[in-house]
């Protein structure tokens, strides 16, 4: 999972903490569409559709279904509690389990960046 940088404009890096409002959404290696100039050193990114994501159960195990926020854990993902909890930074939903540690699931990606009614 990546997030806006704020030191840096127009660049994004791993996601560093819980319920990042600042995530922008998952490295993908081949996304089905490419918005923006291609080019070197250019993490292309899964906005929509289903793709693989790191993740961890740092927040408690993983049930698919489970919506994901980003954990303490940089570039990964985690189930989150509550979505009050995370409004503004929910980037999918688990079609896949993790029941301890980490590892990759395939989630669903919505990057749901506007908060929920």
């Given at each position: 999972m990546l997030e806006l940088d704020p030191?840096?404009?127009g660049f994004y890096r791993k996601a560093r903490s819980p319920y990042s409002r600042m995530v922008a959404g998952v490295v993908s290696a081949a996304p089905a569409?490419?918005?923006?100039?291609?080019?070197?050193?250019k993490a292309l990114l899964a906005l929509l559709g289903t793709v693989p994501v790191k993740a961890t159960a740092e927040n408690g195990p993983i049930?698919?279904?489970?919506?994901?926020?980003?954990?303490?854990?940089?570039?990964?993902?985690?189930?989150?509690?509550?979505p009050k909890e995370c409004e503004g930074a929910i980037i999918g939903k688990a079609l896949e389990?993790?029941?301890?540690?980490?590892?990759?699931?395939?989630?669903?990606?919505?990057?749901r960046l506007i908060p929920m009614m």
């Open positions: 030191d840096r404009p569409f490419i918005l923006g100039e291609p080019g070197k050193r049930k698919p279904g489970d919506l994901l926020t980003t954990s303490s854990t940089p570039g990964h993902a985690m189930r989150c509690n509550s389990p993790l029941k301890d540690g980490e590892g990759m699931i395939r989630m669903l990606a919505f990057n």
